[in-house]
């Protein structure tokens, strides 16, 4: 879906903390996922990335190259995407859709051996799934055990 709004992805830096503190979930989001303050660690294997547009930071999510992705899927080339959200005040505007399309060159680019792109959605959290099934994600019918319940397992292969 084509939108007016175009969006960036990059690694978070510090200077992006001050754009990001009105960064808000209402509850029955924020059960499903990290914020964003709660998910700033950098590290080798787990790097954090904003979605901006027009020089506001709209949405975050977390990329991981650790162990961890061994729990979702047995591909050693894939890479576990983790707390995906847009702040509420910029949800409905197309964000999150717009982020996972430009996710896939990000990846290509940043991860040059990632061939797959893995995460987990809680099964009561459908919003989520259709974002994720509308731009090409699947679920692969693997399903873990949450903090919030059944999680099913998605997987985006890059090609």
């Known amino acids: 879906m084509k939108t007016g709004y175009e969006v960036e992805l990059q690694f978070y830096k510090s200077e992006y903390f001050d754009l990001m503190k009105d960064y808000h979930l209402p ?12 998910a700033l660690e950098v590290t ?3 790097q954090p990335v904003v979605i901006i547009s027009n020089g506001i930071v ?10 961890r992705v061994k729990e979702y899927t ?9 707390a995906f959200s847009v702040n509420h005040s910029h949800q409905g505007k197309g964000y999150a859709g717009r982020g996972l399309e430009q996710l896939t060159a990000f ?5 040059p051996e990632c061939n797959e792109i893995v995460l987990s959605v809680n099964k009561l959290n459908i919003p989520a799934q259709k974002v ?11 399903r873990r055990s949450g903090t919030m319940g059944e999680q099913f397992i998605y997987s985006f292969l890059l090609e």
Do not use: C, I, M
């Not at 994720?132 to 693997?142: N, Q």
């Open 74 to 82: 047995d591909n050693p080339h894939a890479v576990l995407l983790t």
């Open 58 to 67: 709209v949405g975050f999510f977390v990329l991981h190259t650790s162990s």
């Open 132 to 142: 994720y099934e509308k731009v090409g994600y699947r679920d692969t019918g693997r």
């Open 107 to 111: 990846a290509r680019k940043e991860f």
């Open 27 to 38: 509850e029955d989001q924020a059960r499903f996922t990290a914020l964003p303050a709660d």
């Open 44 to 46: 080798h294997e787990k």
